[in-house]
């Protein structure tokens, strides 16, 4: 995994140089941390305001059947690289928030991965205010600027942080020396530690009563920041004249931890499954795609995509058309979706491998309208449908929080914003409905699973016994892609990278030997014993 062949980064800076001279788009690309398919106005909940996000969704495309890796670093490879997990063991670019693609040497790290520049955390996780990251039984500081441990950003709330930089990049952005690539990996909204999973300051969460259950009423706190990072993002952009040059997305990850996974609260109602399970919970992302660039807007996209096809897409819709045969020497996964988009044309897409893990003895693969499921995670445990189900009574959603908040001014300043007609239909267009009541039981630990995923997107009638050909050609699929893998290379922990040996951070420790780090605890322990010395 660490050893990435090709980042999107480097990719919009290298392939690009063959671009013609129209004018380039402004880039950003806004990723959210575990944010569930039911988490977001513009998929049928009111509980939640997203007003922010859903307002450049009712402008743009609603990216309806687009899929995701179902857990965080598959998903963030497959974005940089073009391709597929089993397949990876001259824009001013700049990211904000976390990098979790490895930090063993400085090599793997952001800067020195096409960025300019970074202000985040290199792990999985952290505390939204300390900043300390507990993985695996260790405990350290994780929170950056750039390679320097960023000290001096304790207390700062993460959200918040990730949120400044991205403002600060913009504002002093030079449009006239070329484009800019924006990525903004927000933490939000993935649990913290154990000691404090859902952190949020009691101001935000007292403006969400409405929601009974604490844990549930917290986690939306976390949304409503990261909804309010993404108008703040768009205001930005308005206020320095990039926004009608510019293509912003929205993603998640992956599915959405369901309520107790990971001590977390997200909601993929009433899609099946959770976050690194293989269910459409797991897998279907929520996702929006807005740019002037579009055309036939507003709309719902029915185009099949995957996270592994944004780094050709961004190539093309960058220029670089005819820089994309380059890309094929690289054998990605991915595929150019761009022009489907912008036409409303059907997807070149036809099927996504969703994963092979021989570790947990689980496959998914997609062909068409019709899913095969084989193996399950946690012996079957998250395998059903996980509220909470939200408001979902059109008249309870925030109407008219949309015309109000930054995104949604923007969007009418630019003429884009859809009356609420528009956005009450694409609303309704974008909203799952599945009958309650399993038609035919699957039981993916005894036997593959068969579902045509148009009709049951949310899992319920497993038509394997009636379809046994269309079985058989999806598990001879699945084998052959099989073939194509390239072997785990994951390692057990290094006991080297313990934050204690590190002045309690976690840290690029390949550069360096264990009796250096030994050094480096002994001189910073010096230093701080200084300031408590009385003079």
Not at 65 to 87: D, E, Q
Not at 97 to 115: A, I, N, Q, S, V
Not at 499 to 515: C, K, Q, R
Request: aromatic content about 10%.
């Amino acid at each position: 995994m660490l050893q990435l062949q090709l980042l999107l980064l480097l990719s919009l800076g290298n392939f690009i140089v063959a671009a013609d001279n129209t004018k380039r788009p402004h880039i950003i690309f806004i990723l959210a941390d575990d944010l569930g398919f039911n988490d977001v106005g513009f998929h049928g909940s009111a509980q939640i305001p997203t007003p922010n996000i859903d307002a450049l969704a009712y402008s743009g495309l609603i990216l309806n059947r687009y899929y995701v890796n179902p857990i965080c670093t598959p998903s963030r490879s497959a974005l940089m690289t073009g391709k597929y997990p089993i397949h990876t063991g001259n824009y001013t670019s700049h990211m904000a928030g976390k990098w979790h693609l490895g930090h063993w040497k400085r090599e793997y790290t952001p800067l020195y991965r096409g960025f300019s520049s970074h202000v985040g955390c290199w792990s999985g996780h952290h505390d939204y205010n300390d900043h300390t990251a507990e993985e695996h039984g260790y405990w350290g500081l994780d929170m950056r600027n750039g390679t320097q441990v960023a000290y001096e950003l304790h207390g700062e709330y993460s959200t918040h942080v990730v949120t400044r930089h991205a403002l600060n990049v913009i504002a002093t952005h030079n449009a006239t020396k070329g484009p800019l690539f924006l990525y903004v990996a927000h933490m939000a909204v993935h649990s913290g530690n154990p000691y404090n999973p859902l952190p949020v300051s009691d101001d935000v969460l007292a403006k969400l009563q409405h929601i009974p259950k604490l844990k549930r009423r917290k986690y939306a706190a976390m949304l409503t920041e990261l909804d309010a990072s993404v108008g703040s993002i768009v205001e930005q952009l308005r206020k320095q004249q990039l926004l009608q040059n510019s293509i912003i997305i929205f993603s998640t990850d992956n599915g959405g931890p369901a309520e107790g996974f990971n001590l977390n609260f997200a909601s993929n109602y009433p899609l099946r499954g959770v976050k690194n399970t293989l269910w459409e919970g797991g897998v279907r992302g929520a996702a929006l795609l807005w740019s002037p660039r579009l055309q036939k807007l507003p709309r719902i996209a029915e185009q099949t995509m995957h996270i592994a096809d944004w780094l050709p897409t961004l190539v093309e819709a960058a220029g670089g058309k005819a820089a994309l045969a380059n890309l094929s020497s690289a054998q990605l996964d991915g595929q150019s979706i761009w022009q489907s988009l912008v036409q409303n044309e059907p997807s070149p897409r036809k099927s996504i491998l969703h994963n092979i893990d021989d570790i947990w003895g689980s496959a998914a693969l997609t062909v068409g309208d019709w899913k095969l499921l084989q193996g399950t995670h946690y012996n079957g445990s998250w395998d059903g449908w996980y509220g909470p189900e939200g408001i979902r009574d059109p008249q309870l959603y925030y109407w008219d929080e949309l015309p109000k908040c930054l995104a949604g001014k923007a969007m009418h300043q630019l003429q884009l914003l859809p009356s609420r007609a528009n956005q009450q239909r694409l609303r309704s267009a974008a909203t799952v409905q599945c009958a309650q009541q399993p038609a035919n039981p699957c039981q993916p630990l005894h036997a593959p699973c068969l579902f045509n995923i148009r009709d049951d997107p949310c899992e319920r009638n497993n038509l394997a016994a009636r379809y046994p050909q269309v079985l058989q050609s999806l598990l001879t699929e699945l084998k052959l892609q099989n073939s194509t893998a390239v072997p785990p290379a994951n390692l057990p922990d290094d006991p080297r990278g313990a934050p204690s040996l590190w002045n309690y951070t976690w840290t690029n420790f390949g550069d360096y030997t264990p009796a250096a780090g030994s050094m480096i605890n002994t001189f910073l322990s010096s230093v701080i014993n200084c300031f408590w010395i009385s003079p």
